[in-house]
């Protein structure tokens, strides 16, 4: 029963951080469609992640009482194959997308991504190793990869909209993949100052995803990207409304 309500735990939080974040968009409506490819694309990330992993990372450095140095480069390649494994797809299909437009958008699609990677993983581990790991899971990682992607994917469209290149978001992608290499070290380091730097990393992040959120909503509006202020997309039924008139002419509906 306790194990059922971790499970449940970890799909409400999943559902009600994309709820959060997509009810909260102000401005064009996103395809449907493409929110749950984001989606899709994260959970086809996670088995990807998993294969090239099986592939890559010798599994006896993993082991308790191992080498903390081959320790530390396991999970950093970890790090490294799971965000791009993320990323890299959907941002390659984002990128020149005319809806992917707004600053807001970077982090709800690829908020998305990390949800779709990161719920199957939370339950696989779940079930595999019980309530324990669970409740230590539901804790420390239910939104991690979501706000690691999240984020690089809110620098992804603000490169966008500022005009500049796709390939010099790798800085700040790289920057994801060593925290997130750093955060599983701590965590399986079995050494409790590591383990609080995790733990510490894991708040941050999570602040630092809502943080950017807020600041996306305003830089949006400042744009005249969004409903708030400037009215250049009606709230009801997300038409454009170049001419900013009160009440929408597709819905008649106030924009």
């Given at each position: 029963?306790?194990?059922?309500?971790?499970?449940?735990?970890?799909?409400?939080?999943?559902?009600?951080?994309?709820?959060?974040?997509?009810?909260h968009?102000?401005?064009?409506?996103?395809?449907?469609?493409?929110?749950?490819?984001?989606?899709?694309?994260g959970?086809?990330?996670?088995?990807?992640?998993?294969?090239?992993?099986?592939w890559?990372?010798?599994?006896?450095?993993?082991?308790?009482?191992?080498?903390?140095?081959?320790?530390?480069?396991?999970?950093?390649?970890?790090?490294?194959?799971?965000?791009?494994?993320?990323?890299?797809?959907?941002?390659?299909?984002?990128?020149?997308?005319?809806?992917?437009?707004?600053?807001?958008?970077?982090?709800?699609?690829?908020?998305?991504?990390?949800?779709?990677?990161?719920?199957?993983?939370?339950?696989?581990?779940?079930?595999?190793?019980?309530?324990?790991t669970?409740?230590?899971?539901?804790?420390?990682?239910?939104?991690?990869?979501?706000?690691?992607?999240?984020i690089?994917?809110?620098?992804?469209?603000?490169?966008?909209?500022?005009?500049?290149?796709?390939?010099?978001?790798?800085?700040?992608?790289?920057?994801?993949?060593?925290i997130?290499?750093?955060?599983?070290?701590?965590?399986?380091?079995?050494?409790?100052?590591?383990?609080?730097?995790?733990?510490?990393?894991?708040?941050?992040?999570?602040?630092?995803?809502?943080t950017?959120?807020?600041?996306a909503?305003?830089?949006?509006?400042?744009?005249?990207?969004?409903?708030?202020?400037?009215?250049?997309?009606?709230?009801?039924?997300?038409a454009a409304?170049?001419k900013k008139?009160?009440?929408?002419t597709?819905?008649?509906?106030?924009?």
């Amino acid at each position: 029963m306790l194990l059922f309500f971790i499970l449940l735990l970890f799909i409400s939080a999943a559902v009600g951080l994309a709820w959060f974040f997509i009810s909260h968009d102000h401005g064009e409506k996103e395809p449907i469609g493409m929110l749950w490819l984001a989606v899709f694309l994260g959970a086809l990330g996670a088995v990807m992640a998993a294969t090239i992993g099986g592939w890559v990372i010798n599994a006896e450095d993993l082991l308790p009482g191992g080498s903390h140095a081959a320790l530390l480069i396991a999970m950093l390649l970890i790090g490294v194959i799971e965000e791009a494994c993320k990323f890299v797809p959907l941002s390659a299909i984002l990128w020149k997308k005319r809806y992917f437009n707004e600053h807001t958008d970077g982090i709800i699609y690829f908020s998305l991504a990390g949800l779709g990677f990161g719920l199957p993983e939370n339950i696989l581990y779940t079930a595999q190793f019980g309530v324990k790991t669970g409740l230590i899971r539901m804790i420390l990682t239910p939104i991690f990869h979501a706000a690691t992607t999240g984020i690089v994917g809110y620098y992804l469209v603000k490169r966008k909209l500022d005009g500049k290149s796709y390939i010099g978001i790798w800085p700040i992608l790289l920057a994801a993949m060593i925290i997130h290499g750093l955060y599983n070290f701590g965590l399986t380091s079995g050494i409790q100052l590591y383990a609080g730097l995790s733990v510490l990393i894991t708040l941050v992040l999570s602040v630092a995803l809502f943080t950017l959120y807020v600041r996306a909503t305003e830089l949006d509006q400042d744009m005249g990207l969004t409903t708030v202020g400037h009215n250049s997309f009606c709230r009801s039924c997300g038409a454009a409304n170049p001419k900013k008139h009160l009440h929408c002419t597709q819905c008649g509906k106030n924009a």
